[in-house]
C-alpha cells in the first residue's frame, strides 16, 4: 500500500538569501514523507549548497528563474512543473513553512474524507498556521469575526464596539466555546495547502498579473465560486519559522495592527502590491460594495494617508494613494516602478 506522503508533490517558492530557512522547510518536507519537491528559485542571492548532498539528490527538482517574479509566477510556474509529474496531490509551502510531525497525514486523511463526501466538487485543505490563523481563530470562537462583507483591508468601523469589549473585558468573551477541527474558509494563502491534482485543470493556475499579494487568495476563492470547498484543518499544524529567527513571538505579531505594517514595511514595492491588490480583491472579487464599504474605505484610507504625511512619510503616502487608485481601478500587472528584488 502506497503511503499518504508518496502520492504527493511538494511546491515550494522561495527568493533572497533564505537558505537557513528554506534547510528546515526541506527537511521537514522530506522527514514527512512527501514523495517528490519542486522548488522554484525566484531569483535567490544563494547558491543552495546544501541541495546536493545525497538525500536531496533526486527527491528535488530545482526551477531557476532570473529575477523576483513574486509568489504569483513562482507558484504558478511551480504547479506547471508539477502537473507534468504526474502525482495526484500537491502540497504548496512558502520557504519557511515547517511541517509539524505528521502534518501531511493528517492533511490527506481529511481530504480524503472530504472529497468523498462531496462528490465531484472541488476541494482543498489548509494546514494550522498559528502566526497567518490565531487571531482568525481566537475571533472565531469569541464569535468577533470582523464583518467581511464590508469591511476594507480588514477595518469595520461597526465592528470597534465588540473589538474593545474583547481587549478591555475579556473574561466577558466565550472562553466556553470550542473550536472546530475543521473550519470552512472561503479563501486562505497558499502555505500548507494540499488539494488534487485535478483541481488545477477545473480552477486554473494562479493569475501572475498579481505579482506579489493575494494572489493565493484570489487563486484559493474560486474553490468556493465553483460551488466546492476550502477546510483548515486546525489539526495540522505548520510553523512559520521567519518569525522565530527574528526573534518575533506569535503573541506579539497578532497585536501589530495592518496600518502599522503598511507605513513601516520594507521595500516600497511589497507596500504597494499589499495594498493595491487587497483593495483589487475586496472590491473587484469579494464584490464589496455598499454605503458601510465606502464608510470604511474612506475612513482607514484618510488614517493611513494622513498618519503617513503627520510622520513625515510623504513619499509613503503618495505611494499609498497611487496603490489605491490602481486597485480600485483595477490596474494590475508589474509596476516598473515597484520591482522585486
Given amino acids: 500500500m502506497t503511503a499518504p506522503g508518496e502520492q504527493i508533490i511538494a511546491v515550494v517558492v522561495t527568493y533572497g538569501d533564505r537558505e537557513s530557512l528554506l534547510r528546515q522547510t526541506?527537511?521537514?518536507?522530506?522527514?514527512?514523507?512527501?514523495?517528490?519537491?519542486?522548488?522554484?528559485?525566484?531569483?535567490?542571492?544563494?547558491?543552495?549548497?546544501?541541495?546536493?548532498?545525497?538525500?536531496?539528490?533526486?527527491?528535488?527538482t530545482r526551477i531557476r528563474l532570473d529575477?523576483?517574479?513574486?509568489?504569483?509566477?513562482?507558484f504558478r510556474v511551480g504547479m506547471e512543473v508539477a502537473l507534468r509529474r504526474e502525482h495526484p496531490l500537491i502540497l504548496?509551502?512558502?520557504?519557511?513553512?515547517?511541517?509539524?510531525?505528521?502534518?501531511?497525514?493528517?492533511?490527506?486523511r481529511q481530504l480524503t474524507k472530504?472529497?468523498?463526501?462531496?462528490?465531484?466538487?472541488?476541494?482543498?485543505?489548509?494546514?494550522?498556521?498559528?502566526?497567518?490563523?490565531?487571531?482568525?481563530?481566537?475571533?472565531?470562537?469569541?464569535?468577533?469575526?470582523?464583518?467581511?462583507?464590508?469591511?476594507?483591508?480588514?477595518?469595520?468601523?461597526?465592528?470597534?464596539?465588540k473589538k474593545l469589549r474583547k481587549r478591555r473585558l475579556p473574561a466577558l468573551c466565550h472562553p466556553e466555546l470550542v473550536v472546530p477541527r475543521l473550519i470552512a474558509r472561503n479563501f486562505g494563502p497558499y502555505g500548507g495547502m494540499l488539494f488534487y491534482s485535478c483541481l488545477i485543470p477545473e480552477i486554473g493556475l494562479p493569475n501572475s498579473d498579481f505579482v506579489l499579494y493575494s494572489d493565493d487568495y484570489e487563486f484559493t476563492n474560486r474553490?468556493?465560486?465553483?460551488?466546492?470547498?476550502?477546510?483548515?484543518?486546525?489539526?495540522?499544524?505548520?510553523?512559520?519559522?521567519?518569525?522565530?529567527?527574528?526573534?518575533?513571538?506569535?503573541s506579539k505579531l497578532s497585536k501589530i495592527p495592518l496600518i502599522g505594517h503598511i507605513l513601516t514595511k520594507e521595500p516600497d514595492s511589497s507596500v504597494y502590491y499589499l495594498v493595491r491588490n487587497s483593495i483589487f480583491f475586496e472590491r473587484h472579487v469579494c464584490k464589496r460594495e455598499g454605503v458601510s464599504y465606502w464608510i470604511n474605505a474612506?475612513?482607514?484610507?484618510?488614517?493611513?494617508?494622513?498618519?503617513?504625511?503627520i510622520c513625515g512619510?510623504?513619499?509613503?503616502?503618495?505611494?499609498?494613494?497611487?496603490?489605491?487608485?490602481?486597485g480600485f481601478y483595477q490596474k494590475l500587472g508589474?509596476?516598473?516602478?515597484?520591482?522585486l528584488h
Fill in 223 to 250: 474553490i468556493a465560486l465553483r460551488g466546492g470547498g476550502l477546510w483548515l484543518v486546525m489539526d495540522a499544524v505548520v510553523n512559520d519559522v521567519i518569525l522565530e529567527e527574528r526573534g518575533i513571538s506569535r
Fill in 26 to 60: 526541506l527537511q521537514a518536507t522530506l522527514d514527512e514523507g512527501v514523495g517528490h519537491c519542486v522548488l522554484v528559485d525566484n531569483g535567490s542571492t544563494s547558491d543552495f549548497a546544501f541541495l546536493s548532498q545525497p538525500r536531496f539528490a533526486g527527491w528535488l
Fill in 67 to 74: 529575477r523576483n517574479t513574486g509568489s504569483a509566477v513562482g
Fill in 114 to 161: 472530504l472529497q468523498s463526501e462531496t462528490d465531484t466538487r472541488p476541494i482543498a485543505v489548509l494546514a494550522y498556521r498559528p502566526t497567518v490563523f490565531g487571531s482568525f481563530v481566537s475571533d472565531y470562537a469569541n464569535a468577533t469575526l470582523t464583518n467581511q462583507k464590508s469591511s476594507f483591508l480588514g477595518f469595520n468601523y461597526s465592528d470597534l464596539p
Fill in 92 to 108: 504548496l509551502l512558502d520557504h519557511d513553512n515547517v511541517l509539524t510531525k505528521g502534518c501531511v497525514s493528517v492533511l490527506f
Fill in 313 to 326: 512619510k510623504k513619499a509613503r503616502a503618495a505611494l499609498l494613494a497611487r496603490a489605491t487608485l490602481d
Fill in 334 to 339: 508589474t509596476n516598473i516602478q515597484y520591482l
Fill in 298 to 309: 474612506t475612513i482607514y484610507l484618510i488614517a493611513l494617508i494622513g498618519i503617513a504625511l
